[in-house]
Nanobody, 121 residues
């Protein structure tokens, strides 16, 4: 059973910072893609930032220069450092990963449970 455990959401004033963490567990053989999406009320879920195996991070234009995605491959964990937060960053943030488990012939996509980020003006 694969689990994506998220942490680090909360309430912060505009201009502040938060750091999200997502740790994957469950007999993981390889991590092909791992990153973050977000969904604000009334909006579709959108990509924030993600790593694809062997490549550098990919970011949404709206967060470039403010958010930084990093990873600890040994721990199957990604971190999203969010600086200079804006009220429009308010959303539920979901960890997303394409992982191959022991015994699987290919990777499958998994979602975390989501963590709320609220930025007050």
């Amino acid at each position: 059973q694969v689990q994506l455990v998220e942490s680090g959401g909360g309430l912060v004033q505009a201009g502040g910072s938060l750091r999200l963490s997502c740790a994957a567990s469950g007999s993981i053989v390889s991590v092909n893609v791992m990153g973050w999406y977000r969904q604000a009320p009334g909006n579709e879920r959108e990509l924030v930032a993600s790593f694809t195996s062997g490549r550098s991070a990919n970011y949404a234009d709206s967060v470039k220069g403010r958010f930084t995605l990093s990873r600890d491959n040994a721990k199957n964990t990604v971190y999203l450092q969010m600086n200079n937060l804006k009220p429009e960053d308010t959303a539920v943030y979901y960890c997303n990963a394409n992982l191959r488990r022991l015994g699987d012939s290919r990777g499958y996509f998994y979602w975390g449970q989501g963590t709320q980020v609220t930025v007050s003006s």
